[in-house]
């Protein structure tokens, strides 16, 4: 399995960018998917998660970002967007997707995907 992130870029304060972050491979169930980000000299911190339950998709977010940022899943292109709107100049990092997939040769194992930058100037 690999994941392969893209959407990011250069956007003004305000604005917004769809981050996705597509699975490929065979014979896999996903888990779970998640954001992440890493700005210059900070630690990764997880901005989004979305977890598959018997019940329906559970997800969170970074208080820094709820109510601006919503991640979903696109079963059938076995892809997880976060659609970030209102973008503010502290939202500038590396974004990175992962993913928490389950394959019958391997079990149940992260994934990452590679960075994206999304710079946001003021």
């Known amino acids: 399995v690999q994941l392969q992130a893209s959407g990011g870029g250069l956007v003004q304060a305000g604005g917004s960018l769809r981050l996705s972050c597509a699975a490929s491979?065979?014979?896999?169930?996903?888990?779970?998917g998640a954001w992440y980000r890493q700005a210059p000299g900070e630690q990764r911190e997880l901005v989004a998660r979305?977890?598959?339950?018997?019940?329906?998709?559970?997800?969170n977010y970074s208080p820094s970002v709820k109510d601006r940022f919503t991640i979903s899943r696109d079963n059938a292109k076995n892809t997880v967007h976060l659609q970030m709107n209102n973008l503010k100049p502290e939202d500038t990092a590396v974004y990175y997707c992962?993913?928490?997939?389950?394959?019958?040769?391997?079990?149940?194992?992260?994934?990452w995907g590679q960075g994206t930058q999304v710079t946001v100037s003021s």
């Open positions: 979305i977890l598959r339950t018997a019940s329906g998709d559970r997800i």
């Open positions: 992962s993913a928490n997939i389950y394959t019958p040769t391997r079990g149940s194992v992260d994934y």
């Open positions: 491979g065979s014979s896999f169930i996903f888990n779970s």
